[in-house]
């Protein structure tokens, strides 16, 4: 199996330290003729990462079965990354403790190179010019469980106030099956408050203990992980806590820039501040079928439930026409919310749809004043009463909203015009959700509004002293919420230390936050190599509204299809990059495919599809992590951001695109056998025979350039299967390893 994830505990405290080196443990069998991979399985791997003021005691728990025909020897190996170092590590399996001996990067080469030429597997590839930490062999015997106990402890790495936790969970390279449970905790104590805490690797279940204690955790069962896994947090005394991962590559060209915004946990409930609201319901004939007046109902009377003290709100009902609960905002007393509740337990759907004036209605129900205003609007169809044209219904809408709310919109079924709901949250400064038919509304309601229960600080802008920023997501920045967290990405022009400022109103009062940051001139490594994928793909959401929301243009067309080859970003609209059929060096027949993918997005308005597409672009837009890549892939794909088709759509089903792989910085295609690295896609491999330099894997040729490459250089190389080839730029030179 992957034995390696015996491994991959003492990795976790090496990493942390390190650079992004993918550095994991491993089980070899010390018979010749046996592989590296395919002989094990793991049964459950269990991570507890204790960090203490910047040390972390790394506990892991892992039992892996050998599923061989018989009993094997192997020894255990730990590729130490440079720069790396131990405090303390103790192995333990079966209730023995395993010596081991620490190798130097020069020593560890050979044994490295030495067990891929006998194994035939490049694996290791990756680790070449890392140290290696070596246990003498010991007996795995068949069918018979070994529980694995690895500890150490190591410091974390930090930049300015923002600490790294690392744990190699790559597992999947050696894995035979998948593993039943895989689970790892981050316990976090620091000696300030804690505000950031943020996964560009994986969901979190994140949990306040307390101001400057938080317990995060990943979990799944019955999977093979295939993504390291890293935390950030940030640890001040400060009301706002904000800061920025930087990732530079070229120097002479721009940056990427990466800022994360959060309140101090200690602000809550009603030191959080007080909000108006109008919550605004279709009560139209089309409401009453699957039942959704009654869900509407009832997810309203659970905002209406939990309005603080504080809070004013009003209720509007449209269908024909247009009636509030109350003829102004009123407090949220207990007296009003009760009739609130009253009035709405009254309420039948029949009649049409007045949606125009239904939004400008809400919008105008505020005043002058500090508070934050919101609007919580709630239809399942076109406009049939009233105003009907787009374009004039949003011009409506901003001229109507002189008190600049946001406007959060709840589009329920098919018959909804997206692209008209997409364009009046736009232009009012919020945020579109859509409901299919059958699906519960109560909990995509309650969600949003215990996201927006409690504002901290609104109308919120970010800015770099002397650094320009340009193509920065979201475009509009939205309100901080308590337990909440901005996410912005861009570019920037120039590096070095700088100031950060976020700026807005706080409590109603305006406030400015400044700290010290530093922004990459040249960044050194990939560590940061997601802020850069991160802000591709919230970039390929925002050419995608673009298209669907303003209609098809060559120039955004021709960008899309640029960044989504580079990145390997796969969407319903560039999945055709993965096709076999699809030549990468014909850029008309590319664009020619992009551009009849943009013509029918730009058509989807209503339908199945037109939610679906709606839905696919929000994905992107709100995405908080980029596409995975690993140093060694497992299945040959990549996720797909969106659904493939209406039927995955209504299913909930998303697809994975084979084909398309990203192995550390780079994003490789396959045509038949053949990995194409970047800088190849245009050669063609009859015609430029001669620009090629053909090399056969393990030949000694092949160990020449393994020496001289790069890390990333080295991860492609061992990405490459039995069977395959790999065509691949080093320095200036075309090379297919066959």
Not at 471 to 493: A, C, H, K, S
Not at 515 to 540: C, H, I, P, Q, T
Not at 712 to 734: D, K, M, T
Request: with cysteine.
């Amino acid at each position: 199996m992957k034995v390696k994830a015996i491994a991959i505990v003492i990795t976790a405290v090496l990493l942390v330290v390190s650079q992004a080196v993918l550095a994991d443990g491993m089980i070899v069998p010390v018979r010749p003729d046996l592989p590296v991979r395919g002989h094990w399985s793991v049964k459950y791997h269990h991570v507890k990462v204790m960090v203490r003021d910047q040390v972390a005691s790394v506990h892991i728990t892992q039992e892996f079965v050998n599923n061989s025909r018989g009993d094997i020897e192997v020894e255990y190996l730990f590729p130490i990354p440079p720069g790396a170092a131990i405090d303390s590590m103790t192995m333990v399996v079966d209730g023995k403790e395993l010596t081991g001996k620490l190798m130097e990067a020069k020593e560890a080469r050979k044994i490295y190179e030495e067990i891929v030429r006998q194994k035939k597997d490049p694996a290791l590839l990756e680790y070449m010019g890392s140290g290696l930490y070596r246990t003498r062999a010991f007996p795995l015997q068949r069918g018979k469980p070994a529980k694995v106990i690895v500890t150490y402890k190591t410091v974390c790495k930090k930049d300015y106030d923002l600490v790294e936790v690392f744990y190699p969970l790559n597992t999947e390279k050696f894995s035979a099956r998948k593993i039943d449970d895989v689970k790892v905790t981050v316990d976090i104590k620091a000696k300030a408050d804690i505000t950031a805490i943020y996964s560009p690797t994986h969901d979190l279940n994140v949990k306040r203990k307390g101001k400057r204690h938080v317990v995060a955790t990943y979990h799944i069962k019955n999977a093979i992980p295939d993504t390291d896994f890293l935390v950030y947090y940030k640890a001040a005394d400060e009301k706002i806590g904000a800061t920025v991962l930087t990732h530079r590559p070229d120097k002479d060209k721009d940056g990427y820039f990466m800022v994360l915004v959060s309140p101090n946990p200690g602000l809550a409930g009603k030191a959080a501040g007080s909000k108006d609201i109008v919550i605004a319901l279709d009560r139209s004939g089309s409401m009453s079928t699957h039942n959704k007046i009654e869900q509407a109902k009832e997810a309203l009377q659970y905002v209406l439930g939990n309005l603080g003290e504080e809070d004013r709100f009003n209720v509007v009902t449209f269908s024909d026409s247009v009636d509030t609960f109350f003829p102004k905002m009123v407090d949220a007393t207990k007296k009003n919310v009760s009739e609130a509740l009253e009035m709405l337990d009254r309420i039948e759907a029949t009649g049409g749809t007045a949606l125009s004036k239904a939004v400008n209605t809400s919008l105008e129900m505020f005043g002058e004043s500090e508070r934050p205003k919101y609007v919580l609007f709630l239809t399942d169809g076109l406009p049939t009463i009233g105003e009907r044209d787009e374009g004039t219904i949003i011009k409506a809408s901003k001229k109507a909203n002189e008190h600049k709310a946001r406007l959060f919109a709840f589009g329920v079924g098919y018959k909804v015009n997206v692209k008209l709901i997409d364009n009046l949250v736009r232009a009012n400064r919020g945020v579109s959700d859509y409901v299919k038919e059958k699906e519960p509304l109560e909990a995509k309601i309650s969600s949003l509004y215990n996201k927006i229960k409690h504002p901290v600080m609104t109308d919120l802008k970010v800015s770099f002293a002397g650094v320009k920023t340009t193509m920065t997501y979201p475009r509009e920045l939205p309100d901080l919420f308590d337990g909440g967290q901005i996410l912005m990405v861009g570019r920037y022009n120039d590096g070095g230390k700088t100031t950060l400022e976020v700026a807005g109103k706080l409590q109603g009062k305006k406030k400015n936050f400044k700290y010290k940051v530093a922004m990459a001139k040249l960044s050194e490594s990939n560590r940061n190599v997601f802020v850069e994928r991160l802000w591709a793909v919230r970039r390929v959401g925002f050419l995608l509204d673009e298209i669907q929301l303003n209609g098809e243009s060559k120039e955004v067309v021709d960008e899309l299809v640029k960044i989504s080859k580079k990145y390997g970003i796969m969407t319903p609209y560039t999945s055709f990059l993965a096709d076999e059929s699809v030549n990468l060096a014909k850029s008309t027949e590319i664009h020619g495919r992009m551009r009849r993918s943009a013509h029918r997005l730009a058509k989807s308005e209503t339908g199945v599809g037109g939610q679906r597409d709606a839905m696919s672009r929000r994905q992107l837009n709100d995405a908080t992590r980029a596409p995975a890549s690993s140093g060694v892939r497992y299945d040959q794909s990549v996720a797909q951001y969106g659904y493939s088709d209406d039927k995955a759509y209504k299913a909930g089903k998303k697809s994975r695109i084979s084909n398309v792989q990203n192995v550390g910085d780079q994003t490789l295609y396959r045509r038949g056998k053949v990995w194409l690295a970047p800088g190849t896609e245009k050669l063609d491999l009859k015609k430029d025979a001669d620009k090629i330099k053909e090399i056969e894997r393990f030949s000694k040729k092949y160990f020449e350039l393994v020496r001289i490459n790069t890390i990333e250089q080295n991860q492609v190389f061992a990405s490459q299967r039995a069977g395959e080839e790999l065509v691949i730029n080093l320095r200036g030179q075309a090379y297919r390893i066959r």
